[in-house]
């Protein structure tokens, strides 16, 4: 660490002040709970791993630090690999005043996390074959009539609730400004006066007023209220035992405001979402929510744990919907981001008294929860730092990696020039690797690697999805010459 100081700062200064922060730290409210579980997925030993050890300590150190430093109350995190949840800890206070530790079994007001949930009993309803996601979602509310931002701009379907492509309004009410949460009828009272700013699929617009009415057609479709569909239809085959539905339970952390600048948080009272549960309403902790990240990576038919079928999870996956700026979208249900080299899936939530994050990368089966009691943590951020030190370390620990097939000497007779209808391809040997470039283009940045399978054969393997990219590739001899190499389907000749 480099000290910035003013000229005149002597080093006795220094040795105070940095005794000063370290006993602020000391003295501030971040005494870990530690959790470790293992279940099938990864290796038994992943939490013992020694980088995955030091990179807890990295974090823990990070995240005592921003406690100690930005006031604040308290902060849940957990990391999972594939069905295991591998390291939970609390750091801080779920409450303050009585001096009642965080820990990974405190629950939290999860907000917005609560859209991953009523997406995934539509799509439930959907595999069950009572209803469709381009269906209008008058076919099934028949009251909800929405003054349209155009003449011409047709139904809003059940998809463009779930991807925040309808261009509803964000809201429903006042009720982030009075905190009066509006129910159903309310709701149905509001909606006759409100106009949409956007056409249907002109843009991403966020809409917590089109998760709440996705949540009205769960209940027309299923018969269930949305809360007793959640409890019975996820909740349970998850054995998400501490979750719930706008109840205020034991164990609920306090929710604190955000700090003001004389250092006080204002205490948040309970406050039930009514008639927006479906948009914001759900209780859980790390621990449940561990269940429903390992959920995500799960594959076969629908039925027990397996809340939904291979084929509907990677369709909540798949983007259906881009900010302008092509920074993130959504899914269905599911936010989808970049950041880095990587993409991840998850989603964010703020209500009164709490901001909470999920970051899910499902290439490496990766994914983290960040759960905190106030309005100003930054949860995205600390999901971000958590990912880059436990969750990579972790993803490398757990690595399954493939059987190499070792380098054959003889392949390098693969190397060479080929040409084809649509131009030029050449073979070139590095280190005990192929890969192909086209000869003329710009740069050599990004090469397409030929990786080996076995048979003589290899994988095209590539940094886009254009081409080929996943096929095989194999080689043709004659009279011991090779002549032309084979991709998928297409095949060139060659040259020299």
């Not at 958590?386 to 190499?404: C, F, H, I, N, Q």
């Amino acid at each position: 660490m480099q000290w910035h100081t003013a000229p005149t700062r002597t080093r006795s200064g220094l040795l105070r002040l940095t005794a000063l922060l370290l006993a602020i730290i000391a003295a501030s409210p971040t005494t870990p709970q530690p959790l470790v579980a293992q279940a099938s997925g990864v290796r038994a030993d992943v939490a013992r791993d020694p980088d995955v050890l030091a990179a807890e300590r990295l974090f823990a150190a990070w995240i005592e630090g921003q406690i100690a430093y930005r006031g604040l109350p308290g902060i849940a995190v957990g990391v999972v690999a594939d069905q295991s949840l591998v390291w939970a800890t609390g750091f801080g206070m779920a409450d303050m005043a009585n001096r009642v530790a965080m820990a990974p079994s405190t629950r939290f007001r999860m907000a917005s996390h609560s859209k991953l949930f009523t997406a995934t009993a539509i799509m439930q309803l959907r595999e069950q074959g009572k209803l469709r996601l381009d269906d209008p979602v008058s076919q099934y509310l028949p009251w909800f009539r929405v003054k349209p931002a155009g003449d011409d701009d047709g139904p809003i379907t059940i998809e463009q609730l779930l991807s925040h492509s309808s261009g509803l309004p964000r809201e429903a009410g006042d009720h982030w400004t009075t905190m009066q949460f509006p129910t159903e009828a309310d709701i149905k009272r509001l909606i006759v006066d409100r106009e949409a700013p956007f056409a249907p699929q002109v843009r991403w617009k966020y809409s917590n007023l089109a998760y709440t009415i996705a949540g009205m057609v769960v209940e027309a479709v299923s018969g269930e209220r949305w809360s007793d569909y959640v409890q019975r239809h996820i909740y349970q085959p998850l054995d998400m035992r501490a979750s719930s539905v706008d109840r205020d339970e034991p164990g609920l952390a306090v929710g604190y405001g955000r700090r003001m600048p004389d250092g006080t948080r204002e205490v948040l009272p309970f406050m039930d979402a009514r008639g927006m549960a479906a948009a914001t309403g759900i209780s859980s902790t790390v621990e449940d929510m561990a269940k429903f990240v390992s959920a995500q990576f799960r594959a076969g038919p629908a039925g027990g744990r397996q809340i939904l079928s291979t084929g509907s999870l990677r369709e909540m996956h798949r983007v259906r919907s881009v900010e302008n700026n092509w920074s993130s979208g959504t899914a269905i249900g599911f936010a989808v981001s970049r950041v880095g080299d990587r993409t991840y899936v998850g989603h964010g939530g703020g209500y009164p008294g709490y901001t909470t994050q999920t970051m899910i990368d499902l290439e490496r089966r990766i994914g983290v929860i960040v759960l905190t009691n106030t309005n100003d943590s930054d949860p995205s951020g600390i999901a971000r730092q958590l990912m880059r030190t436990v969750g990579d370390a972790v993803a490398k620990a757990s690595t399954v990696r493939e059987p190499v097939v070792a380098w054959d000497p003889a392949w390098e007779r693969f190397a060479g020039m080929y040409r084809g209808r649509g131009g030029d391809s050449q073979v070139v040997l590095l280190n005990q690797r192929l890969v192909i470039i086209s000869p003329n283009a710009a740069n050599v940045d990004a090469p397409t690697a030929l990786a080996p399978i076995g048979g003589g054969r290899f994988r095209f393997v590539a940094p886009g999805g254009g081409g080929p990219v996943g096929e095989v590739v194999r080689f043709v001899e004659e009279n011991g010459r090779v002549v032309r190499m084979i991709t998928g389907d297409s095949y060139v000749d060659r040259l020299r």
